[in-house]
């Protein structure tokens, strides 16, 4: 019997305007340097239904009302899907591990009780610290490091360093 593997899941979270996404993106660049497949669970936290932009087929089947509409082209799709509204985190990642991801990246869902790392970017942001559960470490704007290595309990990485990476292969 093949055993299945399981992906190594991680949030980013933080504030809007903070730089998730950027930090993802250069998060996923560096594990699939070194080998690693990266998945990503998006939280769209700006209320209502995600852009859906562009009038290809799939979109306007799926705006036609088809539960789902996936493109297969090349080895790469593109899925849309209507999922239940407030579906548990537990199922969105359950269908990213169809992919077979090494690693799984949460950006958002904040008060979900992943290991997360907080991005802080102003003063402000350091209530996260004590608010939230499961944090493993952040990474502050240079303008808040000391601040944030002053009010946190847990590793603290300047931005636009290799530090928190180093420190993230060795959690996985």
């Known amino acids: 019997m093949a055993l299945v593997k399981k992906p190594f899941i991680f949030q980013v979270v933080g504030y809007q305007n903070r730089g998730k996404t950027t930090f993802i993106t250069n998060i996923i660049e560096k594990l699939r340097a070194v080998k690693l497949e ?25 705006q ?66 004590v608010r939230l559960t499961n944090v493993k470490a952040a990474v502050a704007w240079p303008e808040c490091l000391e601040r944030t290595r002053n009010h946190a309990l847990v590793p603290v990485f300047p931005l636009n360093s290799d530090q928190f990476f180093l420190w993230f292969l060795e959690q996985i």
Do not use: R
Request: glycine share 12%.
């Open 64 to 129: 036609a009302g088809a539960a789902a509409s996936l493109v297969e082209g090349d080895g790469t799709i593109e899925l849309l899907g209507h999922f239940k509204a407030g579906a548990p985190i537990t199922e969105l990642i359950q269908l990213l591990g169809l992919f077979s991801p090494d690693v799984i990246l949460v950006e958002g869902y904040k008060q979900e009780d992943f290991p997360k790392i907080i991005l802080i970017k102003e003063e402000s942001d350091l209530v996260l610290l």
């Open 38 to 62: 990266t998945a990503v669970l998006k939280h769209h936290g700006h209320g209502g239904k995600p852009d859906i932009i562009g009038m290809k087929d799939s979109k306007k089947h799926f």
